[in-house]
């Protein structure tokens, strides 16, 4: 029931995925949802979200497993394709779950909004570590983490609104050479 309320909650928002759709979508007795969260939706969501913020970040971990991600902009790329990957074969329907939920009830839920952070911390987290792994300075892998995920999340918006993967291929154009410049190997690239 978790992974199918993520699932949902990329394609249709919190407020429009509803907790029948969630059992019917996961195959599962409507009693197991009143025995495994006992606190309803709010529950249910809150499990999906780090769940989902989880799943975010063992992609990282997967993708630095790759034999072609020897950079902080391999790495970087090889994330993206994912995405570019998932909208070429399975359409524009489903973004990240996390976006559409702080799209949906962050200004107004308090709490949900301290999920979403934490679920985007468990991405983050991964993202500096595996960045740091290629060469950037401890002291830069947290903030160009943010960087990366900031235009993942934008350049995933503009995709599927535009039924187009141009925008993730511009965010990997862009920034893995930033990437891999924060490393110093090319720094002979940037003037320095």
């Known amino acids: 029931m978790v992974r199918s309320a993520g699932q949902l909650i990329r394609r249709q928002g919190i407020s ?3 907790m029948r759709e969630i059992v019917a979508d996961a195959d599962a007795p409507w009693g197991s949802l009143r025995h495994y969260f006992p606190e309803g939706k709010d529950q249910l969501v809150t499990e999906a979200l780090l769940y989902m913020g989880g799943v975010a970040g063992r992609m990282t971990e997967r993708a630095l497993r ?7 902009g391999q790495l970087f790329a090889r994330i993206v394709k994912g995405w570019r990957d998932e909208f070429l074969s399975a359409g524009y329907t489903a973004g ?6 702080a799209a949906d009830v962050s200004a107004n839920h308090d709490e949900l909004r301290g999920v979403i952070a934490q679920a ?7 993202l500096a570590a595996a960045l740091e792994s290629r060469g950037v ?5 947290p903030q160009l983490a ?8 934008g350049a995933i918006v503009l995709a599927r609104i535009r ?27 940037l003037g320095g």
């Open 16 to 18: 429009g995925t509803g």
């Open 66 to 72: 790759s034999d072609d991600v020897s950079t902080p």
């Open 96 to 101: 990240c779950p996390l976006v559409a939920a």
């Open 120 to 126: 985007f911390e468990l991405w983050q987290e991964p």
């Open 137 to 141: 300075p401890a002291e830069r892998s």
């Open 146 to 153: 943010v960087l990366a995920i900031s235009a993942l999340e």
């Open 163 to 189: 039924q187009d993967v141009g925008p993730l291929d511009v965010i990997v154009d862009e920034l893995a050479p930033l990437l891999d410049a924060a490393t110093g190997l090319h720094r002979d690239h």
